[in-house]
């Protein structure tokens, strides 16, 4: 089992910034992928960004530009930078964590951007 703790969300005006946190911790493999994904009301769940153990990410093109995945493997954590924030970044912030198969979620961060 993988649990995932999330934080740093919250309020900001249009054109401000956040910084995520996501901390992983059970049975965490060498070799796996982190990230976020969101979920605006009324819409599907989609990826945000992800970054493999390696280093290798992907990003949405709607944040491209904007937001920057980053991790530290050795404290098991995920980190995602959102700058320039729009309200349509609106949403609830999932981590996310896959290894082996198998995926697991953080409970979820609420972001509101206002106009």
């Known amino acids: 089992q993988v649990q995932l703790v999330e934080s740093g969300g919250g309020l900001v005006q249009a054109g401000g910034s956040l910084r995520l946190s996501c901390a992983a911790s059970?049975?965490?493999?060498?070799?796996?992928?982190m990230g976020w994904y969101r979920q605006a009301p009324g819409k599907q769940r989609e990826l945000v960004a992800v970054i493999t153990s390696g280093g290798v990410t992907n990003y949405a093109d709607s944040v491209k530009g904007r937001f920057t995945i980053s991790r530290d493997n050795a404290k098991k954590s995920v980190y995602l930078q959102m700058n320039s924030l729009k309200p349509e970044d609106t949403a609830v912030y999932y981590c996310?964590?896959?290894?082996?198969?198998?995926?697991?979620w953080g409970q979820g961060t609420q972001v509101t951007v206002s106009s």
């Open positions: 059970g049975s965490i493999f060498s070799i796996n992928t």
């Open positions: 996310y964590y896959w290894a082996r198969g198998h995926n697991y």
